[in-house]
């Protein structure tokens, strides 16, 4: 016999427990006895997370400057003196000073933060040429159009790297010194530039495009730099192997953040003398103040911090644990009221008949 669609049972499935769903199924009964001590634990759990977590991130010390320059905030006001619509002059310096009166454990990390920035703008977060960074070199010669307005300069010539990401590169830097002893020279503190950017951005995602007769420059030849820039890509670092698109500061900028304030690391502290912290005393910290944020109402702070085991200084993780911990063991409690009531309601019914 021969069998066709149209054939009686011809989709029918097979005969067996599973396919005709004659399995054996558990299903849980949610009675008082499991459902109240569960509300009891966990709560209890998260609070106990909550509270280590809270108190790990308030033991995690924090030094901070807001170097805007906004008026009678410090003498980075002179650098900020020019007109908001316009970048501040170049290379305008200015300092901080300030003094630890005991030891600031180590390591400690410099990052610089941003306010009022939305790097998480959609038409900005997607102005960039991956193909491009990952050193393709078509991509380096015909950008993708996400990236227009800054595709290609007023000569034509493909910007490299282009996009609007690419062109807000953050370009203030800091030089930390010490003094030592007290009343004596300031002596530099050494900063650890290295290692600053996620690894699989730096060794995954951005690549050089392959050097032409042993020179970066002749392979980023017919490119033209993103317009705020002002120098080329390939001289951003004298280091062969921090240069080009796997700079780390060009890389760390590339991660973009999902909130309008943020914090990007810019280096470590933990070499010499400063492996274990910094010691007590008077510190300078030199900026060169280059990136205009007045213009969109933003502010720029440095910070020194240290860390825990649980990473940088956030008490949002610790209450919000506790928040959610104190709401289950206040609903367990609610659900235990309610339950007495009713149980006992239930046995004087009983007793009456």
Same mark, same amino acid.
């Given at each position: 016999?021969t069998?066709?669609?149209?054939t009686?049972?011809? *989709? ?14 558990w ?9 109240l ?7 209890l759990?998260?609070i106990g ?6 108190y ?17 905030t ?35 990390y ?15 977060g997607v ?7 990952s050193?393709?070199?078509?991509s380096?010669? *015909?950008?993708?159009?996400e990236c227009?307005?800054y595709?290609?300069?007023?000569a034509g010539?493909?910007i ?19 003094q030592?002893?007290?009343?004596g020279?300031?002596?530099?503190v ?12 730096? *060794?995954?995602?951005? *690549? ?8 970066l ?11 705020n ?5 390939y ?8 240069t ?6 060009f890389v760390?900028?590339?991660r973009?953040?999902?909130?309008p304030?943020?914090?990007k690391?810019?280096a470590r ?18 900026i ?11 502010h720029?702070?440095? &910070? ?14 610790g &209450? ?10 206040l ?23």
């Amino acid at each position: 016999m021969t069998w066709s669609a149209t054939t009686p049972g011809a *989709h029918q499935p097979d005969n067996t427990a599973f396919t005709q769903q004659r399995l054996p199924a558990w299903q849980p009964l949610l009675s008082a006895g499991i459902t109240l001590p569960l509300f009891f634990c966990v709560g209890l759990a998260f609070i106990g997370l909550g509270l280590g977590l809270f108190y790990s991130s308030n033991g995690i010390k924090e030094l901070d400057y807001d170097y805007t320059g906004d008026a009678g905030t410090g003498n980075c006001s002179l650098c900020a003196l020019a007109d908001q619509d316009r970048a501040p002059p170049r290379n305008c310096s200015c300092a901080w000073y300030f003094s630890l009166p005991e030891l600031f454990q180590g390591p400690v990390y410099l990052y610089y933060e941003l306010t009022n920035f939305y790097q998480n703008n959609r038409r900005y977060g997607v102005s960039r040429d991956d193909s491009q960074l990952s050193g393709l070199p078509s991509s380096l010669r *015909h950008p993708v159009n996400e990236c227009a307005p800054y595709q290609y300069s007023a000569a034509g010539r493909p910007i490299a790297p282009c996009g609007a990401i690419a062109n807000s590169l953050f370009n203030d830097s800091f030089t930390l010194w010490h003094q030592r002893p007290a009343g004596g020279p300031y002596v530099e503190v050494p900063l650890d530039r290295t290692g600053i950017a996620w690894w699989t951005d730096y *060794h995954v995602k951005f *690549h050089n495009p392959p050097l032409v007769n042993g020179s970066l420059a002749l392979a980023f030849r017919g490119t033209a730099q993103p317009p705020n820039w002002p120098q080329p890509v390939y001289k951003l670092s004298s280091d062969p192997n921090n240069t080009g698109f796997i700079n780390q500061d060009f890389v760390v900028w590339m991660r973009t953040a999902a909130l309008p304030t943020f914090r990007k690391l810019y280096a470590r502290i933990r070499q010499g003398n400063y492996s274990t912290g910094l010691p007590r005393g008077a510190y300078r910290v030199n900026i060169t103040y280059n990136y205009p944020v007045r213009a969109f109402g933003g502010h720029k702070r440095i &910070i020194f911090t240290s860390i825990s085991w649980m990473g940088g200084k956030n008490p949002f993780l610790g &209450i919000a644990y506790l928040v959610v911990g104190s709401l289950c063991i206040l609903t367990g409690f609610v659900m235990l009221v309610v339950y007495i009531r009713y149980q006992d309601q239930n046995d004087e019914d009983e007793d009456e008949e």
